[in-house]
């Protein structure tokens, strides 16, 4: 008997209403539009019902059928990973360049990154299959610190910090930082250590700044997101999240909601 997969969906949002059909094509049977062609058919039954119509909602809970069989509930995993240098924050790479995923062995789950970091820039990675924590947190309405450190060309001014504090526009769009801290310099090398703690997570936001106030950046690393940080682990190196992690980071997602 072929079995089908299904990411549930939050822990502690326990119990969460969603459309059958949502939760038909997120098991990976099929499309979403295919399978409202199966709801609609009369192939799906939830907890051994035929549920032909397309306002049907679910829970966790309930046991879902297509085709006379059922939808196995996958386990959920939540990964931090310290991405290091030189990896794509991706499931696949059409170039073959290793991706961060791949830092992960010997799983059952399917799992993705929540987010992205550059190509060239190391640090904290969070990875689960855990769909909808994974939109809580990339959210924009989410005020969730993400805190880098970057090893720049030039010297930072106050006048410099101010500006990354107020805002920088690149591309259209305006960029800033929460908080701005220089955490060494070298005058005679002519290079600095800043420390800028962002809510934001734009594309290369971190670098784009930085280049508009003259100050390229030479390395760049994700230190902490949130209250997680990367103590104990080197570059490369990953660990599951505590239960209690994963509940205050779901916790912190959705303060503001």
């Given at each position: 008997?072929?079995?089908?997969?299904?990411?549930?969906?939050?822990?502690s949002m326990s119990f969460k209403e969603e459309r059958l059909q949502k939760v038909i094509a997120q098991s990976g049977?099929?499309?979403?539009?295919?399978?409202?062609?199966?709801?609609?058919?009369?192939?799906?039954?939830?907890?051994?019902?035929?549920?032909?119509?397309?306002?049907?909602?679910?829970?966790?809970?309930?046991?879902?059928?297509?085709?006379?069989?059922?939808?196995?509930?996958?386990?959920?995993?939540?990964?931090?990973?310290?991405?290091?240098?030189?990896?794509?924050?991706?499931?696949?790479?059409?170039?073959?360049?290793?991706?961060?995923?791949?830092?992960?062995?010997?799983?059952?789950?399917?799992?993705?990154?929540?987010?992205?970091?550059?190509?060239?820039?190391?640090?904290?990675?969070?990875?689960?299959?855990?769909?909808?924590?994974?939109?809580?947190?990339?959210?924009?309405?989410?005020?969730?610190?993400?805190?880098?450190?970057?090893?720049v060309e030039g010297m930072p001014t106050k006048e410099i910090v101010k500006k990354l504090k107020k805002g920088i526009?690149?591309?259209?769009?305006?960029?800033?930082?929460?908080?701005?801290?220089?955490?060494s310099s070298d005058r005679d090398k002519n290079t600095a250590v800043i420390e800028l703690t962002l809510h934001e997570?734009?594309?290369?936001?971190?670098?784009?700044?930085?280049?508009?106030?003259?100050?390229?950046?030479?390395?760049?690393?994700?230190?902490?997101?949130?209250?997680?940080?990367?103590?104990?682990?080197?570059?490369?190196?990953?660990?599951?999240?505590?239960?209690?992690?994963?509940?205050?980071?779901?916790?912190?997602?959705?303060?503001?909601?």
């Amino acid at each position: 008997m072929r079995t089908y997969n299904l990411k549930e969906i939050g822990d502690s949002m326990s119990f969460k209403e969603e459309r059958l059909q949502k939760v038909i094509a997120q098991s990976g049977v099929t499309s979403r539009r295919k399978a409202e062609q199966l709801i609609e058919a009369g192939r799906v039954k939830v907890n051994g019902e035929v549920r032909n119509e397309l306002g049907t909602k679910v829970t966790e809970k309930d046991a879902i059928e297509v085709d006379g069989v059922p939808i196995k509930k996958e386990k959920k995993v939540y990964y931090l990973v310290y991405k290091p240098r030189g990896v794509i924050s991706s499931v696949k790479d059409d170039k073959n360049r290793r991706v961060v995923t791949e830092i992960i062995p010997d799983r059952d789950q399917r799992i993705y990154p929540v987010g992205r970091l550059d190509y060239d820039t190391s640090g904290l990675m969070l990875l689960t299959n855990d769909g909808e924590l994974a939109q809580l947190l990339m959210h924009p309405s989410h005020q969730i610190d993400k805190v880098y450190v970057a090893k720049v060309e030039g010297m930072p001014t106050k006048e410099i910090v101010k500006k990354l504090k107020k805002g920088i526009q690149s591309e259209g769009e305006l960029l800033k930082a929460l908080k701005v801290r220089v955490l060494s310099s070298d005058r005679d090398k002519n290079t600095a250590v800043i420390e800028l703690t962002l809510h934001e997570g734009k594309n290369r936001q971190v670098r784009r700044m930085l280049e508009g106030v003259k100050l390229p950046v030479a390395k760049l690393k994700r230190e902490r997101y949130g209250f997680l940080d990367l103590k104990g682990l080197s570059s490369g190196d990953y660990r599951k999240l505590t239960p209690q992690e994963v509940h205050l980071l779901k916790e912190e997602a959705l303060k503001d909601k």
